[in-house]
């Protein structure tokens, strides 16, 4: 029963990590996998010296780090504040509307994106009517990064809010009673109670997010950025795709990918160790 | 509870009120622009620019155009095939999978689940990938976004995890009225855990029905393009010149904004209209994946 399964995972997902090989080789879609010329690490000594390296690295890591800083906070603030929430009614509209962006597809959101960044959007709009000068937003490199994020939790925060709602529940009701009787206001609640209350499931959230910070959602970028704002939208996996599928540097582009996983998964193993040590919570 | 609220109190509950509100309005008002444009007059919106508060001179011409065009069709009905055909093996095979290692005494089942988990955390990267699907024949097939995808081995592990809750002793009552391993997962495991299929069910489709990157690197023939793709051309490369007949440039320009806000609304309104009532399955879905964590 298990051999479906088992053919699944070894062509799909360790057929590729064979394949990954081919990074040290010089691939030709003629010879194949296997009788292409090895190469050493010559692919990655000329990526490690390319112009392209320091560039893509720098804006992985900032925009990951943008979105650590302010993506992953959000979500944890929107379920405080809706846990305080008395009125159900109003509750559940809150909800139910922060939730909706989830569902809309990433092409229609970059499409929206686009539309409202344009010198004529609806942003620029209302930039204008404050005073300001509208402008080709999407043309600007030193925007890109504030569009992307900013877009990201408009779309996301509603939806991971769950897990902490989730969490937010099954923090002990008594604990608010006893705070209350000792008069503790409510932000005195929320810093003392709810957010303990919630500490582990933010910290397992933590290391999961810090095991892909160099895979930043590179399906966005690819439909957002253009050649004017390479500078600061260009990522490892959108570099990735671009060498790879575009320009058919398959070796080349292949070492990139490879040197991505490996740096993610070492990324990984430390939140993970630093987190067992400080907080005794761990993926393993 | 009825004790006077002090100052303080009201204070913070009328900031938050007013943040949660503003919170609302700024995640609505964008839907509601897309939709007031949509129905709008082309040359009003374009001259307009801005805030609307209404759909300004009502004109259904954009949807028209959005209806009358065959890629629209053909990319609905290809997204169609993916869905049905893909959450359909998506289902079996994440069924098998759980059902094997949700068992105690399978051999190999640690070895095997480590097997598996490894896959969450590494993976040999785009290109290699590609490669193997090209190398499998896929390239160019409604099955490439459906084949390499069968399993998401982190629903796979939510579903085992909700095997494991289910009593053994039906298993072995099952066993000695002589069940195999497939009556015992098709009559009695699987119709236990109808309310997270459903999850699986759910979650599935909306990966399928949002799904574009794998498909724009796997389908180059556009006949078999699924809706999203069609979308894309649309919305991000912006050609919606195939789609108004006849007029003048100026014109084909104004319906041609229009026409995008009309692509959101066809494209985003089915998921929009049921995910009301599938939202608690879904906040379900998550609740169930958070636990495991």
Same mark, same amino acid.
């Given at each position: 029963?298990?051999?479906?399964?088992?053919?699944?995972?070894?062509? &799909?997902?360790? *057929?590729?990590?064979?394949?990954?090989?081919?990074? &040290?080789?010089?691939?030709?879609?003629?010879?194949?996998?296997?009788?292409?010329?090895?190469?050493?690490?010559?692919? &990655?000594?000329?990526?490690?010296?390319?112009?392209?390296?320091?560039? %893509?690295?720098?804006?992985?890591?900032?925009?990951?780090?943008?979105?650590?800083?302010?993506?992953?906070?959000?979500p944890i603030i929107l379920a405080l504040l809706i846990n305080e929430v008395r009125n159900k009614?109003?509750?559940?509209?809150?909800?139910?509307?922060?939730?909706?962006?989830? &569902?809309?597809?990433?092409?229609?959101?970059?499409?929206?994106?686009?539309? $409202?960044?344009?010198?004529? *959007?609806?942003?620029?709009?209302?930039?204008?009517?404050?005073?300001?000068?509208?402008?080709? !937003?999407?043309?600007?490199?030193?925007?890109?990064?504030?569009?992307?994020?900013?877009?990201?939790?408009?779309?996301? !925060?509603?939806?991971?809010?769950?897990?902490?709602?989730?969490?937010?529940?099954?923090?002990?009701?008594?604990?608010?009673?006893?705070?209350?009787?000792?008069?503790?206001?409510?932000?005195?609640?929320?810093?003392?109670?709810?957010?303990?209350?919630?500490?582990?499931?933010?910290? %397992?959230?933590?290391?999961?997010?810090?095991?892909?910070?160099?895979?930043?959602? $590179?399906?966005?970028?690819?439909?957002?950025?253009?050649?004017?704002?390479?500078?600061?939208?260009?990522?490892?996996?959108?570099?990735?795709?671009?060498?790879?599928?575009?320009?058919?540097?398959?070796?080349?582009?292949?070492?990139?990918?490879?040197?991505?996983?490996?740096?993610?998964?070492?990324?990984?193993?430390?939140?993970?160790?630093?987190?067992?040590?400080?907080?005794?919570?761990?993926?393993? | 509870?009825?004790?006077?609220?002090?100052?303080?109190?009201?204070?913070?509950?009328?900031?938050?009120?007013?943040?949660?509100?503003?919170?609302?309005?700024?995640?609505?008002?964008?839907?509601?622009?897309? #939709?007031?444009?949509?129905?709008?007059? #082309?040359?009003?919106?374009?001259?307009?620019? @801005?805030?609307?508060?209404?759909?300004?001179?009502?004109?259904?011409? #954009?949807? +028209?155009?959005?209806?009358?065009?065959? #890629?629209?069709?053909? @990319?609905?009905?290809?997204?169609?095939?993916?869905?049905?055909?893909?959450?359909?093996?998506?289902?079996?095979?994440?069924?098998? @999978?759980?059902?094997?290692?949700?068992?105690?005494?399978v051999m190999l089942n640690k070895p095997i689940m480590i097997f598996i988990i490894i896959t969450?955390?590494?993976? @040999?990267?785009?290109?290699?990938?590609?490669?193997?699907?090209?190398?499998?024949?896929?390239?160019?097939?409604?099955?490439?976004?459906?084949?390499?995808?069968?399993? =998401?081995?982190?629903?796979?592990?939510?579903?085992?995890?909700?095997?494991?809750?289910?009593? /053994?002793?039906?298993?072995?009552?099952?066993?000695?009225?002589?069940?195999?391993?497939?009556?015992?997962?098709?009559?009695?495991?699987?119709?236990?855990?109808?309310?997270?299929?459903?999850?699986?069910?759910?979650?599935?489709?909306?990966?399928?029905? =949002?799904?574009?990157f794998y498909s724009s690197i796997f389908i180059s023939d556009r006949d078999l393009f699924p809706?999203?793709?069609?979308?894309? /051309?649309?919305?991000?490369? =912006?050609?919606? /010149?195939?789609?108004?007949?006849?007029?003048?440039?100026?014109?084909?320009?104004?319906?041609?904004?229009?026409?995008?806000?009309?692509?959101?609304?066809?494209?985003?309104?089915?998921?929009?209209?049921?995910?009301?009532?599938?939202?608690?399955?879904?906040? +379900?879905?998550?609740?169930?994946?958070?636990?495991?964590?």
């Amino acid at each position: 029963m298990m051999i479906p399964v088992i053919a699944y995972y070894v062509i &799909f997902q360790y *057929g590729p990590m064979y394949g990954a090989i081919i990074a &040290f080789k010089d691939y030709s879609p003629m010879k194949g996998v296997m009788d292409s010329e090895w190469v050493g690490l010559a692919h &990655f000594q000329s990526f490690f010296e390319s112009y392209y390296f320091w560039r %893509i690295l720098k804006n992985t890591l900032i925009l990951s780090l943008y979105s650590l800083c302010f993506e992953f906070p959000a979500p944890i603030i929107l379920a405080l504040l809706i846990n305080e929430v008395r009125n159900k009614r109003f509750k559940s509209i809150v909800q139910s509307v922060t939730y909706m962006p989830h &569902f809309i597809s990433l092409i229609v959101i970059c499409g929206i994106i686009k539309d $409202f960044t344009n010198s004529g *959007g609806l942003i620029n709009t209302f930039i204008t009517y404050l005073g300001g000068d509208g402008q080709a !937003m999407l043309q600007k490199p030193e925007l890109f990064r504030s569009i992307y994020i900013i877009s990201d939790i408009w779309q996301g !925060m509603g939806w991971t809010s769950i897990i902490y709602l989730a969490a937010l529940m099954n923090v002990d009701q008594e604990q608010f009673e006893a705070a209350r009787i000792d008069g503790a206001g409510r932000l005195r609640q929320i810093w003392n109670i709810s957010i303990p209350g919630i500490l582990p499931t933010i910290i %397992i959230m933590l290391i999961l997010r810090i095991g892909n910070l160099l895979s930043v959602g $590179f399906e966005k970028i690819i439909l957002l950025y253009n050649p004017a704002i390479y500078d600061t939208a260009d990522v490892i996996s959108t570099f990735v795709y671009r060498k790879g599928l575009l320009e058919f540097g398959w070796s080349y582009s292949a070492a990139v990918g490879l040197f991505n996983s490996v740096v993610n998964l070492i990324l990984l193993v430390l939140a993970n160790r630093l987190s067992k040590k400080f907080s005794e919570n761990s993926l393993w | 509870m009825k004790t006077k609220k002090s100052g303080l109190e009201r204070t913070f509950d009328i900031c938050l009120y007013a943040v949660l509100s503003i919170l609302v309005l700024i995640t609505l008002y964008p839907l509601i622009f897309v #939709a007031f444009a949509s129905i709008s007059d #082309a040359a009003y919106v374009v001259a307009h620019k @801005g805030v609307l508060w209404r759909p300004v001179g009502i004109n259904f011409e #954009a949807y +028209k155009s959005v209806f009358g065009n065959k #890629a629209i069709w053909s @990319g609905y009905k290809n997204t169609l095939f993916i869905i049905v055909f893909g959450v359909i093996l998506n289902l079996f095979m994440t069924s098998l @999978g759980a059902y094997v290692l949700s068992r105690k005494n399978v051999m190999l089942n640690k070895p095997i689940m480590i097997f598996i988990i490894i896959t969450m955390f590494f993976n @040999g990267g785009l290109i290699p990938f590609y490669l193997i699907v090209k190398g499998v024949g896929l390239l160019d097939t409604l099955w490439a976004p459906i084949v390499p995808f069968a399993i =998401n081995t982190f629903n796979l592990i939510i579903l085992r995890t909700s095997f494991q809750s289910i009593p /053994e002793s039906l298993e072995e009552a099952a066993k000695i009225d002589g069940a195999n391993h497939f009556v015992i997962l098709f009559r009695i495991i699987l119709p236990l855990s109808m309310p997270i299929m459903a999850v699986m069910t759910l979650y599935y489709a909306v990966d399928k029905w =949002n799904g574009w990157f794998y498909s724009s690197i796997f389908i180059s023939d556009r006949d078999l393009f699924p809706l999203q793709l069609v979308i894309r /051309e649309i919305l991000i490369s =912006n050609s919606t /010149e195939g789609m108004s007949s006849g007029g003048s440039g100026n014109d084909l320009y104004q319906i041609g904004e229009t026409i995008k806000y009309a692509t959101i609304m066809v494209s985003t309104l089915p998921i929009l209209m049921v995910y009301p009532y599938l939202q608690r399955y879904f906040v +379900k879905g998550v609740m169930v994946g958070s636990i495991k964590g």
